[in-house]
């Protein structure tokens, strides 16, 4: 079992950038991935970026130069840094831990991020 905790969802504007943080209640060292997700209400939750235990990333194509992923395995914690944000990107992030390659995926509360126009 892993628990997740989002914090850094809020209120900016068009173009602007904001940092979500997910700190996980154990060591993420051996997590195999750790990712972001959204989803607006009525839609299916979506890969925004995810990041293996070796580093490896992946992006959404639409996020691609403009978000990034990123771990402190000291601090037990992924970053999500968004920048030049759009309102459409007003919805709910979750962040996301697997344990092993093919196992559930754990999820955290969510955080809301609103771009304002």
């Not at 504007?13 to 991935?33: H, Y």
């Not at 580093?55 to 403009?66: E, H, L, N, Q």
């Not at 601090?75 to 990107?89: D, F, S, W």
Request: aromatic share 12%.
């Amino acid at each position: 079992q892993v628990q997740l905790v989002e914090s850094g969802g809020g209120l900016v504007q068009a173009g602007g950038s904001l940092r979500l943080s997910c700190v996980a209640s154990k060591s993420i060292f051996s997590i195999n991935t750790m990712g972001w997700y959204r989803q607006a209400p009525g839609n299916q939750r979506d890969l925004v970026a995810a990041i293996t235990s070796s580093g490896y990333t992946r992006y959404a194509d639409s996020v691609k130069g403009r978000f990034t992923i990123s771990r402190d395995n000291a601090k037990n914690t992924v970053y999500l840094q968004m920048n030049n944000l759009k309102p459409e990107e007003t919805v709910v992030y979750y962040c996301a831990a697997r344990e092993t390659y093919g196992s559930a995926w754990f999820w955290g509360q969510g955080t809301q991020v609103t771009v304002s126009s």
